[in-house]
């Protein structure tokens, strides 16, 4: 970036919150499968989880930019964002599809922490990459809609208040386009879990805090609806360039982390009598890594500049989450390998960054999935499905 960096303040800001927060912490957690209530307590009260909420809402009103270097930071700092950092950006739909009641009754207690709006529940078991095929389903009756039905992987889902959740509202039969016919709740999880919503955590290798969905007759009323019925995948659909590059800008993070402690510990180890990054084979990965982590960077900033612009942006999100996804992974096994055997130590630095990073190339949308886009929507290509 030519010229001094303009989020120069807001990154020192991030780092002196994350400076509370080591690699120690982390681990910890990490060893426990514990969520990190103080860390995204921590970011909450410093308002950076309500960046993307206007002004006049309570939030600080800042771009997707913005928002992007906050969780850029966490991750090079060694944290992990996604304990919180639907928080940031779920409300989306609510601020660009709610009604200027449900925005009034919502977004204030979002912005000052009061209600956790970070739980959003679209996958299913028979259902993950092609969204149009789930089967939850939302029937109205008078003034509510009873839904049933099972999401898998609602991440956060113990640690919100809310959670936004998409249904089918039409029968995929009886819809024109596929697509139509789903549509978008918010949920009010207090009052409702153990009852008529159940949750069933699932183990990963990363600690992620995710977990099935049951619902069993759960009621919505109809003012909770957000967006026309019939239309929630298109609700979703513009909130997922936001994520796309959040989640670019984290991996970013991931792969400037795994390059600062590889490097400092290539300049450090010494064998053979000399420090080993004096090595051309360990110097080269490094440098490989460093080159795509600066291109994907660049790609997450046009595709934020397009989005703060209200410019379409879906191939450069698209693109971010891609490359940077790709960059972050051939950081974390450059640093692996720079590491040799004490990469594989809990102790060290890299293993569980390494296993954090892998996930962005599957979720929230996977590689192969952003390629067919690429294909279907910018070359031109036939469809593939
Ligand atoms: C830790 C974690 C947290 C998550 N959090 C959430 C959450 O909070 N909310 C939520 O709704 N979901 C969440 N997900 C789900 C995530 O979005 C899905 O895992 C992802 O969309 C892929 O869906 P799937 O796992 O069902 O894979 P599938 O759709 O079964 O695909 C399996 C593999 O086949 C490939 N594939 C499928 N179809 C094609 C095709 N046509 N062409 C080429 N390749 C194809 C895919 O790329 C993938 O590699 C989370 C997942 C994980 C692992």
Redesign the pocket.
């Known amino acids: 970036m030519p010229g001094p960096d303009p989020y120069r303040e807001l990154r020192e800001g991030v780092r002196k919150l994350c400076a509370r927060f080591p690699d120690t912490y982390w681990r910890e957690l990490d060893e426990q499968q514990a969520y990190p209530e103080a860390f995204v307590r921590a970011m909450t009260e410093a308002g950076y989880l309500a960046a993307l909420i206007p002004p006049e809402y309570g939030g600080a009103g800042l771009g997707v930019a913005e928002a992007s270097v906050i969780l850029e930071e966490v991750h090079r700092c060694g944290g992990n964002a996604a304990a919180c950092h ?1 928080q940031m950006y779920v409300m989306g739909a609510i601020l660009r599809h709610g009604t200027p009641e449900q925005k009034q009754r919502y977004l204030p207690p979002i912005a000052r922490g009061e209600l956790r709006l970070q ?5 299913e078991p028979e ?4 969204t149009p095929s789930i089967r939850t389903t939302a029937v109205r009756r008078g003034d509510r809609y009873v839904i049933s039905g099972q ?6 889902v113990e640690h919100s208040d809310l959670m936004l959740l998409l249904a089918r509202t039409t029968p995929p039969d009886q819809v024109r386009r596929r697509g139509e016919g789903l549509s978008l709740f918010v949920v009010d999880l207090r009052g409702n879990l153990g009852k008529t919503v159940h949750v069933r955590p699932i183990r ?1 290798m ?1 600690n ?1 805090h ?1 977990a099935e969905v049951f619902l069993e007759d759960l009621e919505v009323p109809v003012e909770d609806r957000i967006g026309e019925e019939g239309q929630g995948f298109r609700c979703i659909l513009d909130g997922m360039n936001v994520e796309r590059i959040l989640i670019a800008a984290e991996c970013v993070g991931d792969g400037d982390y795994f390059l600062d402690r590889a490097v400092a510990y290539a300049k450090e180890r010494r064998v053979f009598g000399r420090p080993i990054g004096q090595n051309q084979g360990v110097q080269f990965p490094l440098a490989q890594a460093y080159a795509r982590v600066r291109a994907a960077d660049l790609m997450r900033f046009r595709a934020a500049e397009l989005y703060d612009a209200g410019l379409p942006c879906g191939p450069e999100a698209n693109m971010a989450k891609l490359l940077a996804a790709e960059a972050s992974w051939e950081a974390a096994n450059a640093a692996l390998q720079t590491y040799g055997g004490y990469g594989f130590a809990r102790e060290y630095p890299v293993e569980r960054k390494f296993r954090e990073t892998r ?1 962005y190339q ?8 952003v390629l ?1 886009y690429l294909a279907h929507n910018v070359l031109g290509l036939p469809r ?2």
């Open positions: 639907a739980a959003f529940a679209v996958t259902a993950g990459s092609d999401k898998v992987w609602t991440s956060r990963t990363i992620h995710t996930l599957v979720a929230p949308v996977s590689t192969n999935l067919a593939s499905y």
